[in-house]
């Protein structure tokens, strides 16, 4: 299927990147995979595995570790930059020292930055000086690394503001396993790709309190409502939270066994307090500091979020998860539509 073979580098050598890389690699690019740790980056060209990532995973032949990140940029165009939110203006910083020619910049992270509230694509605008920025694209969807890298079938969406560059990102990675779609709503898939986490973390507290299908439908199904009003208070298209980026990927995090952010909430909800949550997980829950993003995006948009509300109180007040469920239960009756609808009239007015 892809006709254009490329030299890539995949900035940040965690499951993620690891799994992306081994994507690019299928579709015979030659993939260099920057991680900062040298010991992993041996054992990636000695062993081609990266198994604190990704056990039992042989890595293709086509990629090879780098541990110099000047090395890693040499007459590259394309990175992929796959490292947790809150190192991503970091790296961005030795990137712009290190970077010869403009860059086009895919992220394929899933956070909002606490405080700026900036989305990622907004924080590259704002570290890259604008002769070495190319374009910026998203890529993001339902997608647990584990499964990509065992090349099950698998569905993400791109977008930027410039769709001539979405849709050559569709083309690098598109193959018979993991299928892109194009989707021109930047805003709708950062912030689909961000919220669906602080929904899992709180999906994993309720299983973790023994409750059962009901409660996580619910909060699946609230979840997505006061997503939906957020992101379409931001400019977001409505219809993309019924895609890829907004239910598509907050079915398999709230679901799966792979997801740290559900796994975090399960412990939470067992009982854990969260700094021994978050030093047992020994990978990024990305959740954690977009509960406190989003939390001060409800505020600064005026939009009701009662999950994000309620786990926020949970993670950063110290309130009782048992609690803070009885607390969303018992509010004021309301229709299920209703705040969307509001959202939507004063988007028309
Ligand atoms: N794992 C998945 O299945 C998956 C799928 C889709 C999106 N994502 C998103 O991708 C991003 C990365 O997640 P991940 O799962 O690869 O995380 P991870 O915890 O598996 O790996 C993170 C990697 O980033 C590196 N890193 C951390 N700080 C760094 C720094 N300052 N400089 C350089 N490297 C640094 C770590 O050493 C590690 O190699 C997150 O935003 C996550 O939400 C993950
Ligand atoms: O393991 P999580 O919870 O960080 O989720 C990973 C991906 O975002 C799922 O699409």
């Known amino acids: 299927m892809p006709k254009?073979?490329?030299s890539i580098a995949?900035?940040?050598?965690g499951s993620w990147g690891t799994a992306l890389a081994m994507v690019l690699a299928d579709n015979h690019h030659e993939v260099r995979l920057w991680g900062h740790k040298?010991?992993?980056i041996n054992e990636i060209n000695e062993q081609h595995t990266n198994r604190k990532y990704l056990p039992e995973i042989e890595l293709p032949a086509g990629i090879t570790g780098y541990s110099s990140l000047g090395q890693a940029l040499e007459g590259i165009t394309d990175i992929i930059l796959a490292v947790p939110t809150k190192a991503i203006r970091g790296v961005l910083g030795q990137i712009r020292e290190l970077a010869k020619k403009p860059l086009m910049v895919v992220h394929v992270s899933k956070g909002i930055e606490p405080d700026t509230l900036l989305r990622i694509s907004e924080m590259i605008e704002e570290e890259m000086p604008a002769e070495l920025l190319k374009d910026v694209v998203v890529l993001s969807g339902p997608s647990h690394a584990e499964e990509v890298s065992q090349r099950h079938p698998t569905t993400v969406a791109v977008s930027s503001k410039n769709m001539a560059a979405a849709e050559r990102i569709q083309d690098l990675f598109i193959n018979q396993n993991f299928r892109v779609y194009t989707n021109p709503d930047i805003v709708g898939v950062e912030i689909g790709g961000a919220l669906k986490n602080i929904i899992a973390l709180a999906?994993?507290?309720?299983d973790g309190l023994g409750y059962g299908d009901n409660a996580k439908a619910a909060l699946i199904t609230r979840g997505l409502a006061e997503i939906s009003r957020l992101g379409t208070a931001m400019g977001a298209?409505?219809?993309?939270?019924s895609g890829l980026a907004g239910i598509g990927d907050l079915i398999v995090t709230c679901t799966s066994i792979h997801s740290r952010n559900w796994r975090a909430g399960n412990l939470l909800g067992k009982g854990q307090n969260l700094n021994e949550v978050l030093e047992n997980m020994g990978m990024?829950?990305?959740g954690v500091r977009t509960t406190k993003a989003a939390f001060q995006l409800a505020e600064k948009y005026s939009v009701n979020m009662p999950i994000t509300n309620a786990l926020y109180n949970v993670l950063f007040n110290g309130r009782n998860v048992k609690e803070s469920v009885d607390i969303l239960m018992n509010r004021t009756k309301t229709a299920e539509m209703e705040d969307l609808f509001n959202v939507l009239d004063s988007r028309l007015k």
């Open 4 to 6: 254009e073979t490329k």
């Open 10 to 13: 995949v900035i940040g050598a």
């Open 38 to 40: 040298k010991n992993q």
């Open 203 to 206: 999906a994993g507290i309720t």
């Open 237 to 241: 298209n409505p219809l993309t939270f």
């Open 284 to 286: 990024i829950v990305e």
